[in-house]
């Protein structure tokens, strides 16, 4: 673990919400930003991104259950729900304020079924803005890697344990832009985070998230499309997994989403192009004002 990793897990709390212990960091004053993140890691992702969005605005990234450094047993059912219902448990300890909302990858799903859960409760944090960056908006056009195939075979079990670093690395590496690969260091703390808590023995669960019902997709999608709050994509034009397909895809059912494209970038917008992507961010949030 490095020591920025180090330093990530000491400026971070813990909220015990149904047994679980839920690792959170929440800086700054100002209007509440909810950093939602992807799979494998956790609320690290968003480390690069922090001091160009934390000015004027109180930052809030959790760590969801069987990822980075919350809890991460065996015996649990790692659903988008209850993703969605630990972001809200730790909105809740805020007192529920609005919030704007960025996601990136199991995030962006995560943040479809906050939706969801708003059109069930009303008095639930209410959501002032959506950014959403490389994600799978659309199961169908989602384009899983041969890693994240094993882990949902039924070989996932066996295999999670076992995954060989290397392959870890060749698989993270393939996400990113051929002109923005992640450093050693980052590959490190990406691992780090996966091994944290011994989740590589859940790490089969976890990423199941990609395999979507058809009825599930559908009331996704649609908490999305039907949503008037202000929604923007950011998207790594070069990400196999969600990058120019998805939003082909995704244009296909709104041809007039607010769509601010990365040419080059990979699957991490956040950390591949820091500025540019919090440029977009901060953008938004201004002209949604």
């Given at each position: ?19 679980l212990r839920l690792f959170h960091v929440v800086e ?262």
């Amino acid at each position: 673990m490095s020591p920025r990793l180090q330093d990530w897990q000491t400026r971070g709390r813990a909220l015990t919400w149904q047994g679980l212990r839920l690792f959170h960091v929440v800086e700054g004053q100002g209007p509440v930003v909810l950093l939602l993140h992807g799979y494998p890691t956790g609320s690290f992702d968003w480390h690069a991104l922090w001091p160009l969005l934390q000015p004027g605005y109180r930052l809030l990234a959790p760590d969801f259950p069987g990822l980075g450094f919350s809890d991460k047993p065996r015996d649990c059912r790692y659903t988008l729900e209850l993703h969605a219902e630990a972001a809200d448990a730790v909105l809740d300890s805020l007192g529920r304020p609005p919030v704007h909302v960025v996601a990136h990858d199991l995030g962006v799903r995560v943040a479809q079924a906050m939706l969801l859960r708003r059109q069930a409760d009303p008095t639930l944090s209410p959501l002032s803005s959506l950014v959403l960056l490389n994600g799978a908006l659309c199961p169908e056009a989602y384009r899983p890697r041969l890693i994240q195939r094993l882990l949902a075979s039924p070989a996932g079990p066996w295999l999670g344990p076992r995954i060989p670093r290397r392959a870890f690395d060749r698989t993270i590496t393939g996400l990113f832009g051929a002109m923005t690969p992640p450093s050693r260091e980052l590959l490190d703390d990406f691992w780090a985070l996966v091994e944290y808590g011994d989740g590589r023995r859940i790490t089969h669960s976890v990423g199941s998230f990609w395999r979507t019902p058809r009825a599930e997709r559908d009331r996704l999608v649609g908490a999305l499309l039907g949503s008037a709050v202000p929604l923007r994509l950011i998207n790594g034009s070069a990400d196999p997994n969600s990058g120019e397909l998805m939003m082909q895809r995704w244009l296909s059912l709104s041809p007039t989403a607010d769509l601010v494209r990365l040419a080059a970038i990979g699957h991490w917008p956040q950390l591949e192009a820091p500025v540019a992507t919090a440029d977009a961010i901060r953008s938004f949030w201004h002209s949604a004002a």
